[in-house]
């Protein structure tokens, strides 16, 4: 059909169209008669018990993604002193390569006679480490940061000594082992 004939088919059915609205509960003496006329069975759609559940694991999961994402955005310790002074996340990266190399090389001679100095020397750097993330984040705060920066690589320089210091300790007490053992065979 054209449009101009569906315009005369309203045109013509103006006024006829029932507008009113059905009495209360209508659908019920309708569905009751439909009923006793016919055995019929009224089908009721069973909503699916489990859409409800999934939905809000579903909400739950969407919140905790964008709190993650959110909370990870914020940048490390590491990454803001990079900001406020890249030289020192170079300086870092090659003094704490150094102490690694020597802390393995230090773990490798322990033995029972170097035990006691070996472990000594652990706590020593753990608190010469605790010791370096407080001027970091005294750097970040805004802290006199030529001042903090030599404090930083000072820090690092104690720690390679003393790493040092305990290595040629370690050695001198293997040598005087050795002494004693070739005495006794004599």
């Given at each position: ?5 569906l315009d ?10 029932d507008t ?10 309708f569905?009751e ?7 019929v ?9 489990w ?14 993604a964008?709190?993650?994402t959110?909370?990870n955005?914020?940048?490390?310790i ?8 890249p030289?020192?996340?170079k ?16 773990q490798?001679e322990?033995t029972?006679?170097?035990k006691?100095?070996?472990d000594?020397?652990?706590?020593q750097?753990?608190k ?7 001027l ?11 001042i903090?920066l030599?404090?930083?690589i ?22 005087l ?9 004599l």
């Amino acid at each position: 059909m054209k449009e101009d004939n569906l315009d005369t088919i309203f045109d013509s059915l103006k006024g006829n169209f029932d507008t009113e609205e059905p009495n209360n509960g209508h659908q019920q003496r309708f569905i009751e008669k439909l009923q006793a006329s016919s055995n019929v069975v009224t089908v009721h759609k069973k909503k699916n018990a489990w859409i409800k559940p999934w939905s809000i694991a579903a909400s739950v999961a969407m919140l905790c993604a964008l709190a993650f994402t959110f909370f990870n955005n914020q940048k490390s310790i590491d990454e803001k002193v990079a900001e406020i002074s890249p030289e020192v996340s170079k300086t870092e990266f090659y003094f704490a390569n150094l102490i690694e190399e020597q802390v393995k090389e230090l773990q490798s001679e322990s033995t029972p006679e170097t035990k006691k100095i070996i472990d000594d020397t652990m706590v020593q750097l753990k608190k010469l480490e605790d010791n370096y993330k407080t001027l970091e984040q005294d750097l970040i705060t805004g802290g006199n940061s030529k001042i903090i920066l030599s404090a930083m690589i000072t820090n690092f320089q104690t720690r390679i000594n003393l790493l040092q210091d305990v290595l040629e300790q370690i050695t001198t007490i293997k040598e005087l082992k050795n002494n004693t053992e070739v005495q006794a065979t004599l």
